[in-house]
């Protein structure tokens, strides 16, 4: 058996849309998988993208503009997965194509307005929840959600709302979680009452539980690319 680090990078590609390809659900079909190049290099997205590979999620926004700009003649989806800051929102939607990781009414605003001066209107989010109120984490608690859902859907025409995005507590994963976790089912339940109703679940470590609870896309960066530069 080969581990993951001796597979190439078309090998562990195809072995995650297989994995997601197993667990698609009747009625929903398969999730989609976003391939999380942050921290890698171009020459890797280029062997990705050349695979059929069309979606991409960076977190910084001065990496996601240097490859974008690099690679503006290739049809990639670039999703922004960051921790955003108020003074690099104009970067992030110039070249992002949608931002999960909306998490403020203010931020929402920034976004909406930078879309309408970029001529890149209804753009597509998606709120981030901080799905184990943690301290380290981005985000909002759930409970945060449907409020902020509610204003950004009266104020905001500039955005449209493709659901939820999570990051769980690590203690969530494969390894340690036999079934569905009871709160990757509330995430589901939630998301499913948002904009679209999709749900940005799912990474390298707890791809399985995610997709079993019904994730629309995964957000997979190691189990594709290998380790990251730091
Ligand atoms: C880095 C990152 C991922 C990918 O994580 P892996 O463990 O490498 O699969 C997914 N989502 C977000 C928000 C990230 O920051």
């Known amino acids: 058996m080969q581990t993951p ?4 990078l078309a090998q562990r590609h195809s072995k995650i849309l297989q994995k997601i390809q197993s667990h698609a659900k009747a009625g929903r079909g398969a999730a989609e998988l976003i391939a999380v190049s942050k921290l890698q290099p171009i020459e890797k997205i280029v062997e990705v993208h050349a695979l059929g590979q069309k979606k991409f999620g960076e977190n910084y926004a001065q990496e996601l503009s240097e490859k974008a700009e690099i690679l503006k003649d290739k049809d990639i989806y670039w999703v922004f997965i960051g921790h955003i800051q108020s003074n690099k929102i104009r970067k992030i939607v110039t070249w992002a194509h949608e931002i999960q990781t909306v998490a403020s009414f203010s931020h929402a605003q920034q976004i909406a307005r930078h879309a309408r001066e970029l001529g890149k209107i209804p753009f ?5 929840v901080n799905a184990g109120n ?5 985000g909002i608690p759930m409970s945060a959600i449907r409020p902020l859902a509610a204003q950004i859907a009266s104020d905001l025409p500039e955005l449209q709302i493709r659901g939820l995005m999570a990051i769980p507590p690590e203690s969530y994963n494969d390894a340690a979680c036999q079934s569905t976790p009871p709160l990757y089912q509330d995430l589901r339940s939630l998301a499913s009452e948002l904009g679209l109703g999709l749900l940005s679940l799912g990474m390298s470590s707890d791809l399985a539980i995610a997709l079993e609870a019904g994730s629309d896309m995964v957000r997979i960066g190691t189990a594709v690319f290998g380790s990251r530069n730091s």
């Open 124 to 128: 597509p989010i998606m709120l981030e």
């Open 5 to 8: 680090q001796e597979m190439t």
């Open 134 to 138: 943690e301290a380290s984490k981005s």
